[in-house]
């Protein structure tokens, strides 16, 4: 009888540590690391599915530091590039694929759809037109869900031949992505402004001749003055000054500037800014505006006389 019960301990105990066992085996199999380099590409794909473009960057610059001629890995991290709004960054990658890719139909003609993207995306209308209508004259394996059926999308104009009216709407277009990544950069600023800083700093640099450099400089200005680096705020607001520079962002960093002259205590400087602010945006800057500010700075002087005055 004790036998008996010894073999059914010795049974369960087996079945429980093989279910034990079962998860921990399976565990150790999905986490190992990839061992080739398409097999780091296609990790490298799932994770920007996934959105993680840090993670997908990593894995797609292993699998070309393995293979520095898997194009599809070029394609794919030219993509990662393109969804966090580095369209300049990204364009290497296309145009090397895309000498790579010709012997492979749908992938070369999806190199030529890419590029065109990027050009689209940079408003320069006249490279753009050509590597789209290349990407649909390739072969025409891309399926119609590569191109827009959306008239107020520029490339619509693509397949319907028209170049004027393409034209005319690349020059509108914003992409969604490099609203994404001010967007980004807004939201890390509230608990993470160094951090934020340094993406400025990155898109910056990975990024000479963006359309898009006056939008993240003006936000690398912003983040300085929340990091209290006020002095280095206006310097780079400054650079912005240019007659070239945006209405709208003309209005806001003059703003922005005053806010610095203030909190850095150039109250003399502070006073003209607030008189500039109101003699060229009165609707936004009312006298009243104007002197509450005035009252402020004199405060902060400890004039109480002409505070009163102005108050």
Same mark, same amino acid.
């Given at each position: 009888?004790?036998?008996?019960?010894?073999?059914? &301990?010795?049974?369960?105990?087996?079945?429980?540590?093989?279910?034990?066992?079962?998860?921990?085996?399976?565990?150790?199999?999905?986490?190992?690391?990839?061992?080739?380099?398409?097999?780091?590409?296609?990790?490298?794909? +799932?994770?920007?599915?996934?959105?993680?473009?840090?993670?997908? +960057?990593?894995?797609?610059?292993?699998?070309?530091?393995?293979?520095?001629?898997?194009?599809? @890995?070029?394609?794919?991290?030219?993509?990662?590039?393109?969804?966090?709004?580095?369209?300049?960054? @990204?364009?290497?990658?296309?145009?090397? @694929?895309?000498?790579?890719?010709?012997?492979?139909?749908?992938?070369?003609?999806?190199?030529?759809?890419?590029?065109?993207?990027?050009?689209?995306?940079?408003?320069?209308? +006249?490279?753009?037109?050509?590597?789209?209508?290349?990407?649909?004259?390739?072969?025409?394996?891309?399926?119609?869900?590569? /191109?827009?059926?959306?008239?107020?999308?520029? !490339?619509?104009?693509?397949?319907?031949? *028209?170049? &004027?009216?393409?034209?005319?709407?690349?020059?509108? %277009?914003?992409?969604?992505?490099?609203?994404?990544?001010?967007?980004?950069?807004?939201?890390?600023?509230?608990?993470?402004?160094?951090?934020?800083?340094?993406?400025? !700093?990155?898109?910056?640099?990975?990024?000479?001749?963006?359309?898009?450099?006056?939008?993240?400089?003006?936000?690398?200005? /912003?983040?300085?003055?929340? &990091?209290? !680096?006020?002095?280095?705020?206006? @310097?780079?607001?400054?650079?912005?000054?240019?007659?070239?520079?945006?209405? *709208?962002?003309?209005? /806001?960093?003059?703003?922005?500037?005053?806010?610095?002259?203030?909190?850095?205590?150039? %109250?003399?400087?502070?006073?003209?800014?607030? *008189?500039?602010?109101?003699?060229?945006?009165?609707?936004?800057?009312?006298?009243? /505006?104007?002197?509450?500010?005035?009252?402020?700075?004199?405060?902060?002087?400890?004039?109480?006389?002409? !505070?009163?005055?102005?108050?």
């Amino acid at each position: 009888m004790r036998k008996i019960f010894m073999a059914l &301990l010795i049974v369960v105990l087996s079945l429980l540590g093989i279910n034990l066992l079962y998860p921990v085996i399976n565990q150790n199999h999905s986490s190992k690391s990839p061992a080739s380099a398409y097999e780091w590409y296609r990790q490298g794909k +799932e994770q920007d599915i996934k959105r993680d473009f840090s993670s997908a +960057e990593k894995s797609l610059k292993k699998a070309l530091a393995i293979d520095p001629n898997l194009y599809k @890995a070029m394609l794919e991290l030219g993509v990662v590039y393109t969804q966090q709004g580095d369209f300049i960054k @990204a364009r290497p990658f296309f145009e090397k @694929a895309l000498l790579l890719a010709k012997n492979d139909k749908a992938n070369y003609e999806i190199a030529y759809f890419n590029l065109g993207l990027n050009y689209m995306y940079e408003n320069d209308s +006249e490279n753009a037109w050509k590597y789209l209508v290349m990407a649909l004259d390739a072969g025409k394996s891309l399926n119609s869900s590569f /191109w827009s059926k959306d008239p107020t999308d520029p !490339e619509y104009f693509i397949v319907s031949g *028209d170049k &004027l009216k393409f034209y005319e709407m690349a020059k509108k %277009y914003y992409s969604d992505y490099i609203r994404d990544r001010i967007k980004r950069i807004q939201r890390a600023s509230i608990f993470q402004p160094a951090l934020a800083l340094k993406d400025c !700093e990155n898109y910056i640099l990975d990024n000479p001749g963006s359309k898009y450099l006056t939008d993240i400089i003006a936000n690398k200005a /912003w983040l300085l003055s929340k &990091l209290k !680096e006020y002095d280095k705020a206006n @310097a780079v607001l400054n650079s912005l000054n240019t007659p070239d520079l945006r209405d *709208d962002l003309k209005q /806001w960093t003059a703003f922005v500037f005053y806010g610095n002259l203030f909190s850095a205590k150039h %109250y003399e400087l502070a006073f003209k800014q607030a *008189d500039y602010l109101h003699n060229q945006y009165p609707g936004l800057y009312s006298k009243s /505006w104007l002197k509450y500010q005035k009252a402020l700075i004199y405060h902060s002087e400890n004039n109480i006389i002409s !505070e009163k005055i102005m108050l």
